[in-house]
């Protein structure tokens, strides 16, 4: 017997075949539907997952170039910068995508439309709607909204008589079946049950939702204050006459490098509209704040309470981002 060749270490090569395997299992099957702050974590388990699993901020799987008009639970609703401008419906973790067909109103080119998806672990197809408030010829605003489970545009019988109102684009919410805008006279809701409008006193400049609760976010001596709105189901068609805001959180005290300061706070009425212009921006995702200065981007981690300064970015002053999180649903 030969001793001087020592046999191959079949069972360590084996065990390192299954690891590249496995590696490259999870990095296409596993990875991109992740959240981002779950991406980042495995990006220091293994090299070759560094950034993997982040969708194309491009969208270059649509059909023709898009702006994203409004998110929701891992899903896009884009609107095509063609013909009369298209609605899609995508994920962009799994590239799937939707063409909604043409509404019955003209919702223009920059609606103020809010994707409404709730998802299900018992089921494994998204059922999503669609809300789009527009001005008719007469000037009042109408709703229109499109049911993936009939698959078809409804206007809404209730209108929105009011000349001096305006419902801003990419400021849209949905919390427990009734959608909120930011607009010129306050915060304009819709409720999906009953399709009825209501209007309240406000000077907010940020909405989002934390816990399944309406939330609104300022900025004062550079602490962030997060407020919840009480009782939605209190407001009439008039204004409301009550404070109907709760500041549900300790103040977060920012980075001293961070220049922001709110013009208005939703705790008093003195304020004045903000149009987003070299104004601040705040954006909820889960647990974590985005807000935006001018070209400035941080980052508010609710429950460390740190902030830190995600870079630069210079895009349109009057633009506003969007948040976004991976998801596993399909469109089909």
Known sequence: ????????????????????????????????????????????????????????????????????????????????????????????????????????????????????????????????????????????????????????WRTSGEIRFDDNEKLLPKTGVHVNGIVYWLSTRGVTSFDLNSELCRLFSSNLENLGMINGKLCAACIRNQKLIVFMLTNPQSHTRRRAAVKTWTRILPEIKLDSTLPVESTTCPCNYSGRYCDGHNQLHIVFVGDVVVLRKRNSYYCIDMNKKASNCLGEYIIHPYERFVGYVNGLVNLY
């Open 1 to 152: 017997m030969d001793r001087g060749n020592k046999a191959p270490n079949l069972y360590g090569n084996k065990k390192s075949r299954i690891f590249m395997d496995l590696k490259g299992i999870i990095r296409e099957n596993a990875l991109p539907y992740l959240p981002a702050k779950s991406l980042f974590c495995c990006a220091g388990v293994c090299r070759g997952w560094r950034a993997y699993g982040v969708p194309d901020p491009s969208l270059t799987f649509l059909p023709e170039p898009v702006d994203v008009r409004t998110s929701c639970n891992g899903l896009l609703c884009c609107q095509g910068r063609t013909a009369y401008g298209p609605y899609y419906i995508c994920n962009p973790a799994n590239e799937q995508w939707k063409e909604l067909p043409k509404p019955d109103g003209d919702h223009g080119r920059d609606p103020a439309v809010v994707l409404v998806f709730e998802p299900s672990i018992m089921s494994f197809t998204a059922n999503y709607k669609l809300v789009s408030p527009f001005p008719s010829e007469l000037g009042e605003y109408k709703f229109e909204v499109y049911s993936s489970d009939r698959g078809s």
